[in-house]
């Protein structure tokens, strides 16, 4: 069931999103050569905490999951795509980060991630993540009433499509609200004019994720979290969560 929200649930929800824009400006400041993945979480902890804002990523344990996640903050590193622990692995001269933050306010979910490099990036990566924000953008740009969940589809996969690269099978965007995953979900590929329509009040994560070598395969990691692509080529991520409304877009997770 998807949940119609009230404007006044929307301006909470700006909040948690506020936060949550926040949390991720603190991790990638944070990111420097020799710094560990932990020390990102810790940097987006600080910011949640002081906030007095809590984390929807924090002990989450869906049924696949062998452990409930341990961190606030996803952090995945080149081949990585998705759902990366944050450890003790320091990040080293032009690393590809995804960096996936969430936080509850006041009951409220927001849930945002964006990807960056450290020390001399590559151009191939700047170009990648540019790919992963440029389709971001398109799935925002047709997150309007009138449109459908097809049409937000279809604008994300153009983009990644058209630049070649791989969009990973089987994880996408989803409606967001007091829990982090509700209906309905947002697929990053799709058919224009299909799917439900878009109504004022509904508020979605849109997150656009690209695999530079083309292919859509993926397989998850031992430690029963992080996804990796099956290519072992990099991957970008980018994700705003978004409510639909009659005066259009409204992105909730920007600074
Ligand atoms: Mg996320
Ligand atoms: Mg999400």
């Not at 869906?62 to 409930?68: F, K, L, T």
């Not at 993540?129 to 097809?150: K, P």
């Not at 089987?170 to 004019?193: A, F, K, L, S, Y």
Request: charge should be negative; proline fraction near 5%; hydrophobic fraction near 40%.
């Amino acid at each position: 069931m998807v949940e119609i929200k009230s404007d006044t649930s929307i301006e909470a929800m700006r909040e948690a999103g506020r936060i949550v824009a926040q949390a991720l400006a603190a991790a990638r400041e944070a990111a420097d050569v020799g710094v560990r993945l932990r020390d990102l979480d810790g940097a987006a902890r600080a910011v949640l905490e002081e906030a007095g804002a809590g984390s929807p990523f924090l002990g989450y344990r869906p049924d696949w999951a062998p452990v409930p996640f341990p961190a606030v903050l996803c952090v995945s590193v080149n081949d990585a795509v998705v759902h990366g622990i944050p450890g003790d692995y320091e990040l080293r001269d032009g690393d590809l980060v995804s960096a996936d933050c969430g936080a509850v306010l006041d009951g409220w979910v927001g849930d945002a991630a964006v990807s960056f490099t450290v020390g001399r990036a590559r151009p191939q990566d700047l170009r990648l993540i540019g790919t992963a924000q440029e389709a971001l953008d398109a799935g925002i740009a047709a997150a309007v009433v009138g449109n459908r969940i097809g049409d937000i589809a279809h604008a994300v996969g153009r983009v990644c499509r058209s630049a070649g690269y791989g969009i990973p099978d089987g994880i996408g965007g989803h409606g967001v609200g007091r829990t982090m995953h509700e209906d309905p979900g947002v697929p990053n590929e799709g058919r224009p004019g299909r799917g439900m329509p878009l109504r004022h009040g509904m508020v979605l994560a849109i997150e656009p994720m690209v695999i530079a070598g083309g292919h859509d395969d993926t397989f998850t990691a031992r430690d029963g979290w992080t996804v990796r692509t099956a290519d072992g080529s990099r991957a970008s991520h980018a994700e705003h969560t978004v409510a639909i409304t009659d005066d259009g877009p409204r992105i909730l997770t920007a600074l």
